[in-house]
């Protein structure tokens, strides 16, 4: 299929970044939207939304999936059900990090039925999937950062299930309260921009900022130094994130502030654009076009911004990390 013209002139050419690394390819499993809809309302978006434009919906999420392809990422699928329309939203189906499968557990009955079909994938796919004993939206709220994983609570997960996942991983869970209704899950107000770890504590990303948008090498916060610490295994303050401070408790906040004192600080404006809700391989950064401010500081830092509009999804709730599924 063709590209929509906004993926095709953010394609990066080696012309105006020469010099930098490329980055490590990821796996992603995602779900096609033949049964997406908004059929309930279990946030605030779905309230307010707009009938789904469905063949609209279909030919955005096919432009994120080529946007992956075309930058060298490895796509996987899992079949939808019928009667299950959030099922597109994979990213809420596990926490996979060295290969472990951490499942969900969800906390809408409407949506229950997807942490079994999801379990199924990974189990025909070879992997052991661990089922939660409390309420757990995978990557929704569980983020790995670093050496640790930061977890959402607030709306979804609950803070048993962080005990569980650190029990589960032997990873720092650090909690993090989400105190507005809009960012329900942590992956609308937070995201890693570089130093995702997988378990045998090498760095799966390369470091982010390198070159300006005129492809001169700047030296900022974030693209020095490596992602791999001495023993081999980043830390917290080695991954960098962005996120939108006024998602989360003061306490949250100034966690938030203490780990990732370089952080990229989006706008409301911005996180409302689902512009956090945004998949970044350490360079390129799959992010919603709306989301300008962000798309201009991450230019800024040396990250090669990658739009691409999911507004149809937007009405449920979801964008484009709420689609994809990391497999580490
Ligand atoms: N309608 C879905 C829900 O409310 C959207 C899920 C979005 N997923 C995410 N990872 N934030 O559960």
Redesign the pocket.
């Given at each position: 299929m063709s590209l929509p013209a906004d993926v095709l002139t953010s394609v990066p050419t080696t012309a105006s970044a020469p010099h930098l690394p490329a980055p490590a390819p990821r796996r992603y499993l995602v779900c096609e939207p033949r049964h997406f809809d908004?059929q309930y309302a279990?946030?605030p978006?779905?309230r307010a939304a707009a009938p789904v434009d469905k063949a609209l919906a279909s030919r955005q999420w096919e432009a994120l999936i080529s946007a992956y392809r075309e930058h060298g990422h490895t796509v996987e699928t899992v079949a939808p059900v019928a009667g299950l329309?959030?099922m597109v939203?994979?990213?809420?189906a596990a926490l996979v990090v060295g290969g472990r499968v951490f499942g969900s557990s969800?906390?809408?009955v409407q949506?229950q039925p997807e942490a079994g079909a999801y379990a199924t994938w990974f189990e025909t796919a070879g992997y052991d999937v661990h089922r939660p004993e409390s309420p757990c939206?995978?990557?929704?709220?569980l983020v790995p950062a670093g050496r640790c994983i930061l977890a959402g609570t607030g709306f979804?997960t609950s803070r048993e299930a962080h005990a569980e996942v650190q029990e589960f991983f032997g990873l720092p869970t650090i909690g993090l309260r989400l105190v507005d209704p809009y960012f329900?899950?942590?992956?609308?107000a937070l995201f890693v921009l570089d130093g995702t770890v997988t378990m045998d504590g090498t760095a799966a990303a390369t470091t982010g900022a390198a070159t300006t948008a005129t492809g001169e090498a700047t030296a900022t916060a974030t693209d020095t130094p490596t992602v791999t610490a001495p023993g081999g295994t980043p830390t917290p303050g080695e991954a960098n994130i962005a996120y939108y401070p006024g998602a989360f408790s003061s306490g949250s906040r100034e966690v938030l502030r203490h780990l990732f004192p370089d952080a990229v600080i989006a706008t409301r404006d911005d996180a409302m654009a689902f512009g956090l809700?945004s998949v970044s391989d350490g360079r390129h950064v799959f992010i919603a076009p709306r989301a300008t401010g962000l798309i201009d500081q991450l230019t800024h830092r040396g990250y090669v911004p990658v739009p691409v509009d999911l507004s149809e999804?937007h009405k449920?709730?979801?964008?484009i990390?709420?689609?994809t599924q990391e497999i580490r």
């Open positions: 908004v279990i946030n978006w779905m329309p959030d939203f994979a990213a809420n969800f906390r809408a949506r939206e995978g990557e929704g709220d979804r329900y899950h942590l992956d609308t809700n999804f449920a709730g979801g964008g990390k709420c689609c």
